[in-house]
């Protein structure tokens, strides 16, 4: 009786209990492919930082600089670490380029990486990456063939409440 009871009160916390999900509304690619002409480019990018012309294909690159991100842990402790994201160069300040567009971290090609210990005695590492982030499209004419980021994402997020019965 006392487990009936139990599992029915278990099951009725679990059904009527939600959180909250982060959740794409339009999703990075969705505004990528967007930008589909020069103006449309322009209009929310800016003129590029370089321009290079092969042929009847013009690539635009758009460099926000390049991100410095620590990961420290300490070996046999606890303790899970900490992640901090040093200043971006090249005009990329407070998580915006240099037009003001957000740019949010996500997987990345790493430029370089090197290990130090934090301590004599070795018992933490700290990893360090400095992560390049782009935007870059190829033009042909007045029309974009293909555009490709490193280290960027301009989705649109919202919260969304969910059950727990939804897991």
């Known amino acids: 009786m006392k487990n009936a ?4 009160i278990a099951v009725f916390l679990f059904s009527s209990c939600s959180y909250k999900v982060l959740q794409p509304v339009v999703t990075h690619k969705q505004v990528m492919d967007g930008f589909n002409t020069k103006d449309k480019i322009i209009a929310k990018f800016g003129l590029p930082i ?14 926000y600089g ?4 620590t990961d420290a842990a300490a070996v046999g ?33 790493a ?3 090197s290990n130090s210990a934090a301590t004599a005695s070795a018992k933490s590492r700290t990893v360090t990456q400095d992560i390049r982030t782009y935007v870059k499209f190829t033009l042909k ?10 280290n960027v994402d301009y989705g649109k997020y919202e919260y ?5 019965s939804e897991l």
């Open 5 to 8: 009871l139990f599992f029915s």
């Open 50 to 63: 370089s321009k290079k012309s092969e042929g009847e294909y013009e690539e635009w690159l758009y460099d």
């Open 66 to 69: 390049t991100k410095t991100v």
């Open 77 to 109: 402790s606890s303790y899970g670490g900490t992640r901090s994201v040093g200043a971006a160069s090249s005009g990329a300040v407070a998580g915006r380029n240099a037009y003001g567009n957000p740019y949010i971290a996500g997987g990345g090609v």
């Open 111 to 113: 430029a370089t990486n």
């Open 141 to 150: 004419g007045n029309s974009v063939v293909t555009w490709e980021t490193n």
């Open 160 to 164: 969304v409440k969910k059950k727990f």
